[in-house]
C-alpha cells in the first residue's frame, strides 16, 4: 500500500468511527457507545503514531510532554479544586488513576499535537503558534462542556463551569505546546486536520440534537 492510501484510508476510517459515533449515540444504544470513547481517544493517537515518520525517543517524549501537563493539572483539579475548578469525571473515559482517566491525558497529547499542526500553516512564531493553539484549545473545551455531564465524561460542582476552567485550558495548552515544540515531530498534517475537525464536529454535533 503507498503512502498516499495509507493516508485515505485513515481518513475514511476518522470519519468513520466519527459518524458512527454519533449515530450509535443517538440510537437507543446510547451507553454503550459512549463506553467506546477510550477506544476511540486510543485510535486517534494511535493515527498519528501510524504517520509519523519513526517512532522513536523523540516521538515518545512529545508525547508524554502534554499527557503529563494533562496528568498534572487534572490530578490538582480533581483532588484539590484547583486550576480548572471542582469537578469529578464519570465513568465513559475508563481507567482512572487518582481519579484521572488515562485517556484523558491521552485527549490532551492529541489535541496538541493536532492544534500544533494547525497552528504552523498560520504563523512561523513559536509565540504565536503557542497561542493559537491555546485559542483552538479553549473553544473546543468551551464546545465540550456542554455535552460532558450528558455523556457521564466530567461534571463541575453546581453544574457550572468556571471561567477559570476557560483560562486555565488556554494558559496551560499555550506552555505544553512551548516544551512540546522543544521535540519537533514529523507528523501528517492532513491526519492532524481531520482528526481535529472530526472531534469539533462531533461535540458540535450534540450542540444542536
Not at 490538582?76 to 469529578?88: D, K, R, T
Amino acid at each position: 500500500m503507498t503512502q498516499k492510501n495509507k493516508v485515505y484510508l485513515s481518513i475514511f476510517l476518522i470519519w468513520l468511527f466519527n459518524i458512527s459515533g454519533i449515530l450509535g449515540i443517538l440510537s437507543k444504544h446510547t451507553d454503550w457507545f459512549l463506553g467506546l470513547t477510550p477506544l476511540n481517544l486510543f485510535l486517534y493517537i494511535a493515527f498519528i503514531a501510524f504517520h509519523v515518520d519513526k517512532i522513536n525517543w523523540n516521538f515518545l517524549i512529545a508525547f508524554l510532554i502534554p499527557f503529563t501537563f494533562g496528568f498534572v493539572t487534572e490530578y490538582l483539579g480533581v483532588n484539590f479544586g484547583l486550576i480548572f475548578g471542582s469537578y469529578e469525571y464519570g465513568e465513559n473515559l475508563g481507567y482512572k488513576v487518582q481519579g484521572v482517566p488515562l485517556m484523558i491525558c491521552v485527549n490532551w497529547a492529541v489535541l496538541v499535537i493536532t492544534s500544533a499542526d494547525i497552528s504552523e500553516i498560520i504563523s512561523k512564531n513559536k509565540y504565536i503558534r503557542a497561542a493559537i493553539v491555546g485559542f483552538l484549545m479553549m473553544t473546543l473545551d468551551i464546545i465540550i462542556e456542554v455535552s460532558a455531564p450528558r455523556f457521564d465524561f466530567w461534571e463541575f460542582e453546581n453544574e457550572a463551569v468556571p471561567l477559570q476552567n476557560y483560562v486555565a485550558w488556554f494558559i496551560i495548552s499555550f506552555f505544553a505546546y512551548l516544551v512540546f515544540d522543544r521535540f519537533p515531530i514529523r507528523t501528517n498534517k492532513t491526519i492532524s486536520y481531520h482528526i481535529f475537525a472530526a472531534i469539533t464536529i462531533f461535540f458540535i454535533t450534540f450542540l444542536i440534537v
